[in-house]
């Protein structure tokens, strides 16, 4: 059984990228020590860790692409990080395996999904 998910990224820069989740993706910001921030939705951490030398994530292709996130109503998520002009990777839609989902960019480069379930009642 798993009980809790995390996710752990290197960013270039931590108060750009706590904007970012903050701002654009609704996540509250939480300093952890010097050099990391943990940005929380729900049970959803993601661990961020201050790393201004490593190779940028758009430049790492497929393995720029760490998450995938469940919400309760994906199309007003949509609409909000349109709103703050988030870097849209994919566009809204409905897919066969049952999710309505997009893809975006973050501020480092990260890819992520976001998606809800086509099944309205479950």
Do not use: Q
């Amino acid at each position: 059984m798993i009980k809790e998910h995390k996710y752990v990224i290197a960013v270039h820069d931590l108060a750009r990228s706590g904007a970012f989740y903050r701002d654009v993706l609704g996540f509250e910001v939480r300093e952890m020590a010097p050099g990391w921030r943990c940005f929380v939705k729900g049970s959803c951490k993601i661990m961020a860790g201050e790393c201004p030398d490593a190779m940028p994530a758009r430049e790492l292709g497929d393995h720029s692409y760490f998450g995938y996130l469940v919400v309760d109503v994906v199309d007003e998520y949509y609409t909000r990080v349109v709103a703050e002009n988030a870097e849209i990777t994919k566009p809204l839609r409905d897919e066969p395996w049952g999710m309505r989902e997009f893809g975006i960019r973050t501020s480092d480069g990260h890819r992520l999904m976001i998606g809800g379930s086509l099944d309205r009642e479950g």
